[in-house]
């Protein structure tokens, strides 16, 4: 077996050492005799595959006692939808702050049901800054804010927390969530598709300040409705089984691995390699991202010329480094760097794309 380099920006590359434990363990789990899988989610084994899921993020992330947790079906934009949902009135007005693709989307989800407002928006640069918070307007009787801390697509990342006030912050983290230290006590809600740096497809962790869930919100199906989903372990219906059991695997490899200030490190060094392949390339390659805002996650850039990607990318296959193909809204090259991706793999990007250059220049 010849695993290659995946860059892929989700599904996203997971950990070899958590693959080979669910390939151990896919037709029995512990002396279960069945797999995680099979088993009843109500059941003794994976009830305690949950706890300690739990228990191990917060011990990863630093999670308070006064927040929740809570493991949800389906990804962000599911999220997106019922924030307004559990957390503003009918029509309350809501402010987001707009750098790049998923914060669009953000607002797309919510505009059904409270007043949107735009605080602030890099939108007319393209989305290649985050706005000064000085020049943001906020509301004072807004339900929250909400950013994107990591844009997957524009390849933008807040590496400062907003202030935003006595109005609580959410942010959806689903592309740099465990890259690094994180104050969750920053924020009034913390989201994350775990298809990146947490696991796989199929499930989205909430973090979330159990006063919120005080709020009456809007009518909602009980379904939808996280203070319900927090009284029932996050398990009002049948939850993704496997995709829980996987992301407790990806949490505990990353405890083993050092925690959030060893990837923190190993996610600086990586990003400065390939930034430094972009930037040292004489123009052959591109990022327009304003460079204290890169993102270390997700690496946008663009060849000289568009007529030599299809090159790059065949190349790039053969050199067993797939996924690096730009997401369809903009265009280029994207490789996504996150935690499970080795700094080997990072240095061999970085040494294909110099020998492309010296071949095509």
Same mark, same amino acid.
């Given at each position: 077996m010849s695993r290659a380099y995946n860059f892929s920006a989700g599904?996203? /590359?997971?950990?070899?050492?958590? *693959?080979? #434990?669910?390939?151990?363990?896919?037709?029995?789990? @512990? =002396?279960?005799?069945?797999?995680? !899988?099979?088993?009843?989610? +109500?059941?003794?084994?994976?009830?305690? !595959?949950a706890q +300690?899921?739990?228990?191990?993020?917060?011990?990863?992330?630093?999670i308070p006692d006064d927040y929740a947790v809570l493991f949800t079906a389906g990804g962000a934009t599911t999220v #997106?939808?019922?924030?307004?949902? $559990?957390?503003?009135?009918?029509?309350q007005r809501c402010d987001y702050v707009l750098t790049g693709h998923w914060g669009r989307t953000a607002v797309k989800q919510a505009a059904a049901v409270v007043d949107v407002?735009?605080?602030?928006?890099?939108?007319? /640069?393209?989305? =290649?800054?985050?706005?000064?918070?000085? =020049? %943001?307007?906020?509301?004072? &009787?807004?339900?929250?804010?909400?950013?994107?801390a990591n844009e997957t697509i524009h390849g933008v990342e807040f590496r400062d927390v907003p202030t935003t006030g006595d109005v609580p912050l959410?942010?959806?983290?689903?592309?740099?969530?465990?890259?690094?230290?994180?104050?969750?006590?920053?924020?009034?809600a913390i989201y994350a598709g775990a298809q990146k740096n947490l696991g796989p497809v199929g499930i989205t962790v909430l973090i979330v300040?159990? &006063?919120?869930? #005080?709020?009456? @919100?809007q009518p909602r199906a009980d379904i939808f409705d996280y203070g319900l989903q927090l009284a029932a372990g996050s398990?009002? $219906? /049948?939850?993704?089984? %496997? $995709? %829980?059991?996987? *992301?407790?695997? /990806?949490?505990r490899w990353m405890l083993d691995e050092g925690g959030v200030t060893e990837f923190a490190a190993r996610n600086a060094r990586k990003a400065a390699t390939l930034y430094r392949a972009i930037d040292g390339s004489g123009g052959f390659y591109r990022n327009a991202v304003d460079p204290p805002v890169r993102s270390r996650m997700n690496v946008p850039f663009?060849?000289? =010329?568009?007529? *030599?990607?299809?090159?790059?990318?065949? @190349?790039?296959?053969?050199?067993?480094?797939? @996924?690096l193909k730009g997401h369809k809204v903009v265009g280029g090259m994207r490789a996504s760097i996150y935690n499970a991706m080795p700094e080997a793999g990072v240095q061999a990007l970085a040494a294909y794309m110099a020998d492309f250059m010296h071949e095509r220049g």
């Open positions: 599904p996203a /590359t997971l950990p070899e050492a958590v *693959l080979r #434990q669910a390939q151990a363990e896919l037709l029995e789990f @512990g =002396d279960a005799g069945a797999s995680i !899988v099979e088993l009843s989610h +109500r059941g003794a084994e994976f009830m305690e !595959v +300690r899921t739990e228990a191990e993020l917060r011990a990863l992330l630093s #997106q939808a019922l924030l307004p949902l $559990n957390f503003a009135h009918p029509g407002h735009i605080a602030a928006s890099s939108e007319a /640069t393209g989305f =290649d800054r985050i706005p000064a918070d000085a =020049d %943001w307007q906020l509301s004072k &009787d807004a339900a929250y804010v909400h950013v994107t959410f942010a959806d983290f689903s592309s740099s969530i465990a890259s690094e230290p994180l104050d969750v006590s920053r924020y009034g300040r159990r &006063d919120l869930l #005080q709020r009456a @919100g398990m009002l $219906n /049948t939850p993704p089984s %496997w $995709n %829980w059991y996987m *992301l407790g695997l /990806t949490v663009f060849l000289h =010329d568009a007529s *030599l990607d299809g090159a790059f990318l065949a @190349g790039a296959r053969e050199a067993g480094l797939i @996924g």
